[in-house]
Structures are given as C-alpha cells and as structure tokens.
C-alpha cells in the first residue's frame, strides 16, 4: 500500500520582549505570522515578509510595530 505523503510547514517560534505580546510564530514556506498576545487572543497573517517579521521582533515596542506596520498591512486569516 502506498504511503500518503503529509506535508509539514516549519514553523519557528522567535523570541519578542513586548508588553502585550507573549508570542510569536512564523512560517517562512508561506509567510503565516501567528501572534499570541498576554491577554489569550491570538491573529493569523498571511503574505507577511519576514524582514516584516524580523522587524517587529527588535523593534523598541514589538506591540507599537504590530499596530502601525503588521494588523494594517497583512490579511488576517480566522485565528
């Protein structure tokens, strides 16, 4: 019987000091952004550059970064 091939996307978890940012997730294959934040809600993006994604990990306010240059610009997907 022939074996199924399943595909994994890797994805890297990087490392943020954010306020409200507790974690961050993301797939160079496709350009999905996972963001956990402290207050439990989570966004999906997709498309997003990971110089984008580089960015916002050391920038002097990820949380600041995220709103002004990542939520606006990136299709959020359901999450």
Same mark, same amino acid.
């Given at each position: 019987?022939? +074996?199924?091939?399943?595909? *994994?996307?890797?994805?890297?978890?990087?490392?943020?000091?954010? +306020? /409200? /940012?507790?974690?961050? =997730?993301? @797939?160079?294959?496709?350009?999905? #952004?996972? /963001?956990?934040?402290?207050?439990?809600?989570?966004? #999906?993006?997709? %498309? *997003?550059?990971? @110089?984008? *994604? !580089? $960015?916002? &990990?050391?920038?002097?306010?990820? %949380? !600041? =970064? =995220? #709103?002004?240059? /990542?939520? &606006?610009?990136?299709?959020?997907? $359901?999450?």
């Amino acid at each position: 019987m022939p +074996k199924s091939k399943t595909e *994994v996307k890797q994805v890297e978890e990087l490392s943020v000091k954010s +306020k /409200i /940012i507790k974690s961050v =997730y993301f @797939s160079q294959e496709d350009g999905r #952004l996972r /963001i956990c934040f402290k207050n439990g809600e989570e966004r #999906l993006f997709e %498309g *997003v550059p990971s @110089s984008e *994604v !580089h $960015a916002m &990990t050391v920038a002097p306010s990820p %949380g !600041h =970064y =995220y #709103l002004d240059r /990542i939520r &606006t610009r990136f299709r959020r997907l $359901a999450a």
